[in-house]
């Protein structure tokens, strides 16, 4: 994963986070994520997160308590750095989020500025930061995965590119930007090596591609 000499090492990793619970919207090392911010709390939190270190902890609510006021967050997330955004007209924040390594929270702590806020633990995803050496099982076969299930749900990805990801960076970028249900995002992000991850992923994949041919055979 290449990083930017404006990216923190990992020995300086804060030990508490600004937490965004929003269920689907997930982040992973090395993939970017845009965001449009308009919520005053939300708005607080990338005005303190830009004048500290730019970190933001994306983190996804249980769906059982989604609707709740203080929805229950899950204990896996991974921080973001702001590395770009741009002020609106109507009082919107556009910014895109570069993802930096995943967290364990370990506690909540008082909110600030009506955001919430963590105490977090890195040591069990360093991995994300060292390099993970582990490979997808089966290439070939996990992008025929993948071309199913997008041709199934209308899906585009730009193959050329896909096909010289490394397996780390493609296995992340997928977490990210496929349309998987925030369960599956969520078992995927807690997941830690890379070939699990991909196995993983190649089941839930090869499950929803099924799902959908079963649907379709009905439909006829």
Known sequence: MTRTPFFPKFSDLP??????PLAGAVVMPGVQLPLNIFEPRYLSLV??????????????????????????????GCAGRITSYSETPDGRIILVLTGVCRFQVTREIEEHNGYRRA????????????????RIPDRPGFLGSLKTYCQLHGVE????DIEKLA???????????LPLSPEDKQALIE???????AVLMRGLLDMASASSMRVAEHRH
Do not use: K
């Open 47 to 76: 005005a303190d997160a830009l004048a500290s270190n730019h970190l933001i902890g994306m983190i996804q609510p249980t769906s059982e308590t989604l609707m709740d006021d203080v929805p229950e967050i899950h204990r896996v």
């Open 167 to 177: 397996d780390q960076e493609l296995t992340n970028l997928l977490c990210a930007h």
């Open 191 to 197: 997941t830690l090596p890379t070939t699990e991850r």
């Open 119 to 134: 105490r977090v633990d890195w040591e069990r995803f360093a991995a994300d930061y060292h390099g993970d050496e582990q």
């Open 157 to 160: 990805i730009p193959w050329d």
């Open 15 to 20: 030990p508490a986070l600004p937490l965004f």
